[in-house]
């Protein structure tokens, strides 16, 4: 059973990084997806995230860290 097909709203809590200090937000999906462009928000433990047709928004994040420096962790532009 797939719990974001139907979901009006879908958002996703997680570390923004793996132990090896890789983002986990990705340009792509590697795995199978069952539920297509269905997650509205990211919440992380450094930022939050909208994910808009145009990519990922900037919501929040943690003080001292610069703009430049998130989008070096994550690998993708994020606007502002």
């Known amino acids: 059973m797939d719990l974001a ?5 879908t958002w996703v ?13 990705v340009a792509r999906c590697t795995y199978p997806l069952t539920a297509i462009g269905c997650v509205r928000r990211i919440y992380t433990d450094l930022a939050s995230f909208e994910c808009t047709p145009r990519g990922l928004r900037l919501i929040d ?3 001292g860290l610069a703009l430049e420096e ?9 606007s502002a």
């Open 5 to 9: 097909v139907g979901a009006r709203q």
């Open 13 to 25: 809590m997680m570390d923004l990084l793996t132990k090896t200090g890789e983002s986990k937000i």
């Open 61 to 63: 994040h943690v003080d």
């Open 70 to 78: 998130l989008q070096r962790l994550v690998g993708q532009p994020i």
